[in-house]
C-alpha cells in the first residue's frame, strides 16, 4: 500500500498535491497555477485570510516544501508501480510495427501516468526520443491509441522548455489532424494541447501561421460537442492575444459562430469577442448580428467575474464605436448595471465597468 500523502501537501484551492508551491504575502502557500488562476479572476486577497495582497502580488517559491513533497512522493509509491525503470522500452513498444495494440496502449498509459507528475520524467522523454513515436501514435487509426498519445504530448507540452521544442519537432501538424479527424474524445484533447503551447508567444505566431490550426478550431467551435466547442474556444482566446491571429480567426467566419455559442451560454465564447472587438473588421460583423446587444447584457447581468469582464469589455468597444448601439444599450439599462458593477468585488470587473459608464455618459443626454 501507498503511504497517504500529508493534507499539507495539498493546495488550499485545487485540493491536490502540489507541484509548484509559491508562498503568498499572508504566508500561505498554494499551488502555482491555482492560485494565478485566482489571481487572472480579479481578486486580490488571501483566498484564507482575505486580506489584501500588494500590487502585483508576490509569488516566492517554497522550495522546501516542494522538495520535502517530492522526496515523499518516491518514497511513497509502493515497489510494484515504480516510475518506468527504463522509458526506451516504452517507445520501442510504440515504434516497433509488432507491437500488438494492447503493448502500445499499456505504454502510452504508463508514460502518461508519470510524466503528468514528475517535470524531470517529462524531460527524460523528450531527450530520449519519444516524441517522435508519440506523434507517429497520433497519426494511428487503432481504437484508443490517438487519444492516448494527444494525453501524453498534452503532459510533455505542460513545461515551457519544452513548449518550443515540441513545435520544433512537427506537433502542430499531427495536433491539427487530430482536429479535423480526431475520433472520441481526441479532437478535444487536441484543441487543449495547442492551447498549452500557444502559452508561449513565439508559439501563437507558429501555431496561427499553420494553415489548418485556426480554420480547425473554428469548425469544432461550430461543429463540436460541449466539451470541443469550450476547449476550441479556449485555445483561439489563447491565440488572438497575437493581433495577427485576430485578423485570421476574423477571415475565417468565428464572430457570427462565437456570438451563436455565447448565446448558448458558452463564456469562452464572449472572452473571444473581447479580444476580436479590438478589430474594426470584427466590430462591423458583431454590429450586423441582431441580438448580440441582449447577449452580452445577459453575461453582464448573469455571468461569472470572467465573463462579466469580457462582455464589459466588448460592450465598451462597440458603444464607443456605434453611436447607435451606445443609445440602445443606454435604453437598456445598461448604465444603472454598470453603476451598481461598481462595488463588485472583482478589481477587473470594476474597472471595465467604470470604464463603460464613462463611454456611456455622454450617450444619455441623447436618449
Keep these: 500500500m501507498a503511504t497517504p500523502l500529508p493534507d499539507d501537501f495539498k493546495c488550499p484551492i485545487s485540493l491536490e498535491i502540489m507541484s509548484d508551491p509559491v508562498i503568498l504575502s499572508s504566508g500561505h502557500t498554494f499551488d502555482r497555477a491555482s492560485i494565478q488562476r485566482w489571481l487572472d479572476a480579479g481578486h486580490r486577497t488571501c483566498p484564507i485570510t482575505k486580506l489584501p495582497l500588494p500590487e502585483p502580488p508576490a509569488l516566492i517559491p517554497n522550495h522546501a516544501l516542494r ?14 508501480q515504480p516510475y518506468p525503470p527504463n522509458p526506451q522500452t516504452q517507445i520501442q513498444l510504440l ?6 495494440l494492447v503493448d502500445k496502449l499499456n505504454s502510452l498509459d504508463q508514460l502518461s501516468r508519470v510524466s503528468k507528475r514528475d517535470s524531470a520524467i517529462r524531460r527524460r522523454l523528450a531527450e530520449s526520443g519519444a516524441v517522435s513515436a508519440i506523434l507517429n501514435c497520433v497519426d494511428s487509426g487503432e481504437s484508443g491509441v490517438q487519444e492516448k498519445a494527444l494525453h501524453l504530448l498534452l503532459n510533455l507540452s505542460l513545461d515551457d522548455d519544452s513548449k518550443v521544442g515540441l513545435v520544433a519537432e512537427g506537433i502542430v501538424g499531427k495536433v491539427v489532424y487530430a482536429l479535423r479527424c480526431g475520433v472520441g474524445d481526441s479532437r478535444a484533447v487536441a484543441a487543449t494541447v495547442l492551447t498549452s503551447l500557444a ?58 459562430i462565437l456570438i451563436r455559442n455565447a448565446n448558448s451560454g458558452l463564456e469562452r465564447a464572449v472572452e473571444v469577442l473581447g479580444l476580436l472587438a479590438k478589430c474594426k473588421p470584427a466590430r462591423d460583423e458583431m454590429m450586423r448580428f441582431s441580438g448580440l446587444l ?17 462582455a464589459l469589455l466588448t460592450l465598451s468597444s462597440l458603444c464607443c464605436y456605434s453611436q447607435k448601439m451606445g443609445l440602445e444599450a443606454v435604453r437598456e439599462g445598461l448604465f444603472e448595471i454598470c453603476v451598481g458593477l461598481l462595488e463588485d468585488d472583482n478589481e477587473k470587473v470594476r474597472r471595465n465597468a467604470k470604464t463603460l459608464i464613462q463611454v456611456l455618459q455622454g450617450k444619455r443626454k441623447n436618449v
Excluded: W
Excluded at 515504434?95 to 500488438?100: D, E, I, R
Excluded at 494553415?211 to 482566446?237: C, H, W, Y
Excluded at 447584457?297 to 469580457?310: A, D, E, F, T
Design 67 to 80: 522538495s520535502l513533497i517530492s522526496n515523499y512522493t518516491l518514497l511513497s509509491f509502493p515497489n510494484s
Design 199 to 256: 502559452v508561449l508567444e513565439v508559439n501563437k505566431v507558429t501555431i496561427g501561421s499553420y494553415p489548418d490550426a485556426i480554420p480547425g478550431l473554428v469548425s469544432l467551435l461550430q461543429m463540436g460537442n460541449s466539451r470541443e466547442r469550450k476547449e476550441a474556444a479556449t485555445a483561439l482566446f489563447t491565440l488572438c492575444s497575437f493581433p495577427d491571429n485576430r485578423v485570421r480567426v476574423i477571415h475565417n467566419g468565428a464572430v457570427p
Design 294 to 310: 441582449d447577449v452580452l447584457i445577459g453575461v453582464v447581468r448573469n455571468g461569472s467575474s470572467r465573463g462579466v469582464q469580457y
Design 95 to 100: 515504434l516497433s510495427p509488432s507491437s500488438s
